[in-house]
């Protein structure tokens, strides 16, 4: 754990590698922590000394929510975009792309393997947050900045007196950036990463691996971060190009190393991932899966 002021930063295992994520303890009179992907035990552990009374999700995804159900007592808050998504299986296998790419026969083999933790997790969520205002936790003022892209309601905390940002998933990992629900969105990620540049901040908190950035280090970052994306471009225009196919282009391994592929959450993000390069390339996405790509 590493405090910075009144936030105590806590670790998720293997370096907050997904399926974990870093979580934020704010130690203050209302006793919050925002997401719930750190290691159990050292959430537990905060439970035990301090106290958790309200948890807040950036997003619904799992590795910032798994742990909700850990704290059964605590009230639980998500961005109001993303409340009635995670209410339900259908909602979530639609945020995540899985009834796109394979339909309702997609989505009931895809439940099946459903932690039911992390369904209780979710189940628990009672309440919303808005974006871009005002929140006073204790002395701690806290501002929940809409930063569309990895998702569609996607936020990143602000502590505008303390100068700290959690950028959660803009995480400047070697994967690079991941858009690939189907509410995620490619130009929304590039305006989302180039609003947090312009935020006020000293210190950077990214949700996984790289930890935690001074301004100058985050910039840098951020912009080799955000090259990924036109790299993606130019490999499937050149795949494109050669006369490949929508299904051979989501078996080379563009995003995903192809050994991986072989599993089906893989496989449905990296045909998802595609079809949003295709359109924002001018091409026309084939709604089958033996069709091959046409221009406009």
Not at 203 to 212: A, D, R, S, V, Y
């Amino acid at each position: 754990m590493q405090r910075i002021g009144p936030i105590i930063v806590v670790e998720g295992p293997n370096n907050s590698k997904v399926p974990f994520s870093r979580s934020l303890y704010i130690d203050c009179s209302e006793k919050v922590l925002i997401d719930t992907g750190a290691d159990p035990q050292a959430l537990l552990q905060i439970d035990q000394e301090y106290g958790i009374e309200l948890i807040i999700n950036t997003h619904y995804h799992p590795d910032h929510t798994c742990h909700n159900h850990l704290f059964p007592n605590a009230t639980k808050w998500i961005n109001s975009i993303e409340f009635q998504t995670s209410r339900t299986i259908d909602g979530i296998a639609r945020g995540n792309g899985i009834f796109q790419e394979w339909g309702s026969h997609g989505v009931n083999l895809w439940r099946k393997s459903v932690p039911q933790e992390w369904l209780n997790s979710l189940d628990g969520i009672s309440d919303t947050y808005e974006y871009d205002v005002d929140y006073s936790f204790g002395d701690v003022r806290t501002v929940f900045l809409h930063t569309p892209g990895h998702t569609s309601g996607f936020s990143c905390p602000y502590f505008p007196d303390l100068g700290v940002v959690y950028v959660g998933d803009y995480d400047m990992t070697s994967f690079g950036p991941w858009y690939n629900g189907a509410d995620g969105s490619i130009d929304d990620f590039i305006k989302s990463g180039k609003r947090l540049l312009n935020i006020d901040a000293d210190t950077f908190i990214t949700g996984h691996q790289k930890g935690i950035f001074t301004k100058a280090e985050f910039h840098v970052a951020m912009e080799k971060f955000l090259s990924f994306i036109d790299k993606r471009d130019h490999l499937i225009d050149d795949y494109v190009q050669k006369g490949f196919s929508f299904e051979e282009l989501t078996n080379i391994g563009i995003f995903y190393p192809k050994k991986s592929l072989t599993e089906p959450i893989f496989k449905t993000w990296e045909r998802s991932g595609i079809r949003k390069h295709l359109q924002r390339l001018g091409y026309v996405v084939p709604e089958t899966n033996n069709e091959l790509i046409s221009t406009k």
